[in-house]
């Protein structure tokens, strides 16, 4: 059982930015709207960029998104901003309804990843060259393979079962390549906003509101 501390995510009218950016000083995300269809998300800014333990970056790549604006001046001094893409408006519509029965700015969580495995289901985990060197330093060549592995636009990826579980998620939901499992399994973090929308899309898992209309499509 992994106990965390993760954000929560507000909305804030344009008016209302003072209250936005004191609101990510206490440890929030705030959902930024500059207009009803322009929306800026602002989160802590990160220590590091590749610190990959930092939820405000993984809120950033659930967007589909890589970089951020840490801002000097302007409402959001010291803050990490981005533009939320359009085509990601309705992911933090979601996080914000999602969050609206949390009264304060961070909340503690406990998710059990043995009783989860959400996040080995329908994605689209690739292979960089430390994972190969990785599997072949263990034997495991074989791995970068079919039935495990595949070529997709010039990337290796690890393949799914025809029911969306990654090849190597066992029925316990434990990993069978743990001990060398890929980086980005490794880094994925409890309780970011990938994790929780993967619990929500595989297991209809909600940590605040489930949506009164489901926002991921069919
Ligand atoms: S989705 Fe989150 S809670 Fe579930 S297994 Fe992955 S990291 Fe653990
Ligand atoms: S390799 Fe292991 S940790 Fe990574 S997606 Fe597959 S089962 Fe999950």
Known sequence: MARVVRSVVRSFKAKYWKEAAA????GGHAVYWESPNRARLVVPAPKQNDDWTDLGIWSIFDL???RWTVRKDGKFPGLATVKVPDDALHIVRRRAERDSIHPEATRKVSFDC???????RDNEVVLDDEDKARFREAGREDLLKKPWSKRKDGKV???LKENGRCHHLKRDNKCAIYTIRPGACSVFPVASECCIAAREYELETYDGLA?????WGD
Request: charged share 15%.
């Open 23 to 26: 609101f990510v000083k206490l």
């Open 64 to 66: 589909g998104l890589d």
């Open 114 to 120: 043995l009783a989860c495995g959400a996040c080995c």
């Open 157 to 159: 990826i690890l393949t």
């Open 211 to 215: 949506p009164e209309v489901w926002p």
